[in-house]
């Protein structure tokens, strides 16, 4: 239970994470089916899939994974003998499974239009941040990046969230939008 109250946590604090289920054993091997792993960013890792050769060949994978914007989950299958040298002799599968860090979204100003941004964005997985215009804000504006949406023709309130979700969802999926595509 342990485990779940920390992906829980981790969850509830926005941070990305790979967890590592064993979904298939045979022979003799260091885990068995159901056992989990959750690793982070780092290396740290909570919870074990059998230690030794095996849980660090799902380290290396689940950090890989990590790393890759495109992709969400893996499937490692391996003979612990004969792939990583280990003296247990069975086979396992492990399926690794991404849970991004959530992105924070921080709209400035509570006017009709970000009324319908925030709601739009909660919806699609962004953590929404409504500020007015504090003027202790004004140093961070640098450092933002300031969508104003794609060229979808958007006219009303809704519509125009639709189009900055869409320029969001964009960048975090990492997808170029050429100058013409952007308002």
Do not use: Y
Request: proline share 2%.
């Amino acid at each position: 239970m342990e485990l779940f109250q920390d992906i829980a946590k981790l969850v509830e604090e926005g941070r990305a994470f790979v967890l590592a289920t064993v979904v298939d054993a045979s022979g003799s091997t260091p885990q068995k089916p159901g056992s989990k792993m959750v690793v982070l960013h780092g290396g740290e890792r909570r919870g074990t899939v059998g230690g030794g050769a095996i849980e660090q060949q799902v380290v290396e994978a689940a950090l890989a994974l990590l790393d890759d914007a495109s992709a969400q989950s893996k499937l490692i299958e391996t003979h612990l003998t004969h792939d990583l040298g280990m003296c247990c002799g069975g086979k396992m599968r492990v399926f690794l499974e991404k849970h991004g860090a959530a992105s924070h979204l921080w709209v400035f100003g509570a006017g009709h239009v970000a009324r319908e941004l925030a709601a739009l964005a909660v919806r699609v997985g962004f953590r929404v941040h409504v500020v007015d215009e504090r003027a202790e804000w004004a140093a961070e504006l640098a450092r933002m990046k300031s969508p104003m949406g794609v060229a979808i023709g958007a006219l009303t309130p809704a519509e125009i969230a639709v189009s900055i979700v869409g320029e969001l969802i964009a960048t975090r999926r990492g997808a170029a939008l050429s100058n013409s595509q952007k308002l």
